[in-house]
């Protein structure tokens, strides 16, 4: 089955760096954030929620801090706690938001990636791997958090039931033969 265009979409390697550092913290769905520039056809598409395949892919290089916008330090670790997950070359479902996160009021653009499943660690510096094979709904701007959580919840079993059928498996392999 082939996806209408502009899907699917495959970004390979992007780095993952240190986000706002609410996924985690305010919303409890932590974020691999991508740099925009990363997307090199973000501009084709609408600001709002996708799904796709990913994998993440460790990075050897020594472990640092980075500063965060707001002035916070996050300790990159490039993936280096992943390496004894057995998953770690397992493509993965995700979800990504991009665009300008309205109700947090970003001042710049932003794709933010939940990769659906649970991390012993965080992974800053690894580099990640996926593709974008549809969209679920239109950015929105929440007049409460507990209304972006509960939406995040149904994208994230949109997703999942998406990626579950036949037509979407298929494309598992095409995050999968990346180096």
């Known amino acids: 089955m082939t996806r209408p ?3 699917p979409l495959l970004v390979k390697r992007a780095p993952i760096i ?11 769905c932590p974020t691999a954030n991508i740099p925009i520039e990363a997307l090199s056809e973000a501009d084709k598409l609408d600001t709002g929620v996708y799904f796709g395949w ?8 020594q ?4 500063q965060r916008q707001d ?18 070359n397992t493509v993965l479902p995700m ?15 932003a794709a933010e990636i939940h990769v659906i499943h649970k991390f012993p660690e965080t ?21 409460s958090v507990e209304s972006l959580i509960k939406d995040i919840g149904i994208d994230i079993e949109v997703a999942k039931d998406s990626l579950a059928t036949e037509g979407y498996q298929s494309y598992k392999e095409q995050v999968h033969n990346v180096k």
């Open 5 to 7: 265009p502009p899907f």
């Open 18 to 28: 240190a986000g706002f550092g609410r996924g985690s913290s305010a919303i409890g």
């Open 54 to 61: 990913c994998k993440i892919h460790p990075v050897d290089t």
């Open 63 to 66: 472990k640092d801090v980075h």
């Open 71 to 88: 002035g916070t330090q996050v300790e990159f670790k490039y993936g280096d706690g992943l390496r004894k997950e057995v998953d770690i």
């Open 95 to 109: 979800v990504m938001s991009l665009g300008w996160n309205p109700f947090f009021k970003n001042k710049e653009k």
């Open 123 to 143: 992974f800053y510096g690894a580099e990640l791997t996926f593709n974008i094979l549809g969209y679920i709904r239109p950015e929105l701007d929440y007049t």
